[in-house]
T-cell receptor
């Protein structure tokens, strides 16, 4: 069966510091991968998605970036965090774009 | 993009059925209708999806109107663990699913 992992589970970072969140999927090949953010009390915002290694689509311009160095690895990064980057970051995968998505446990990021 | 309309919130008594409505009047003929739910402090989880026919699984039932402009997620016996935000999402084929605001379901013991 397929599983999706995210780490860390929680993170507290100062403003201006870098960020690296990792997501890995097991039990499937060539998944579509997604990064979402959910600010406190708000809905899910799609940040990036990837249909293959090195292929990244950005949905919202901001100071975040994503990379897919391996088939089942998706990384969310920032060079300098802003207060507004605080939120609940969720990684998800699907067999195809627009198909059922399966979410990881998420990372809670607090930028102070 | 297909637009959806869901009530902001609904309330149900425990052990009673719950019918969560969704209007998606601009849905295209090939879009599936997906339902997810998000429990407190967790990521969304898949509930059910369908195209034209009603669908049943261990979690819920999905009733799709004949014209496909609306659908209803049915929880047959609500429990306290069903308290969550429920999202209705038309699948747009080759684009990622877009989550709206959903319906916040409260279950009263």
């Amino acid at each position: 069966s397929q599983t999706i992992h995210q780490w860390p589970a929680t993170l507290v970072q100062p403003v201006g510091s870098p960020l690296s969140l990792e997501c890995t999927v097991e039990g499937t090949s060539n998944p579509n991968l997604y990064w979402y953010r959910q600010a406190a009390g708000r809905g899910l915002q799609l940040l990036f998605y990837s249909v293959g290694i090195g292929q990244i689509s950005s949905e919202v311009p901001q100071n975040l970036s994503a990379s897919r160095p391996q088939d089942r690895q998706f990384i969310l990064s920032s060079k300098k965090l802003l207060l507004s980057d605080s939120g609940f970051y969720l990684c998800a995968w699907s067999e195809g774009v627009g198909e059922t998505q399966y979410f990881g446990p998420g990372t809670r990021l607090l930028v102070l | 993009d297909a637009k959806t309309t869901q009530p902001n919130s609904m309330e149900s008594n425990e052990e009673e059925p719950v019918h969560l409505p969704c209007n998606h009047s601009t849905i295209s003929g090939t879009d599936y209708i997906h339902w997810y739910r998000q429990l407190p402090s967790q990521g969304p989880e898949y509930v059910i999806h369908g195209l034209t026919s009603n669908v049943n699984n261990r979690m819920a039932s999905l009733a799709i109107a004949e014209d496909r402009k609306s659908s209803t997620l049915i929880l047959h016996r609500a429990t306290l663990r069903d308290a969550a935000v429920y999202y209705c999402i038309p699948g747009l084929g080759n684009t990622p699913l877009v989550f709206g605001k959903g319906t916040r379901l409260s279950v009263i013991a």
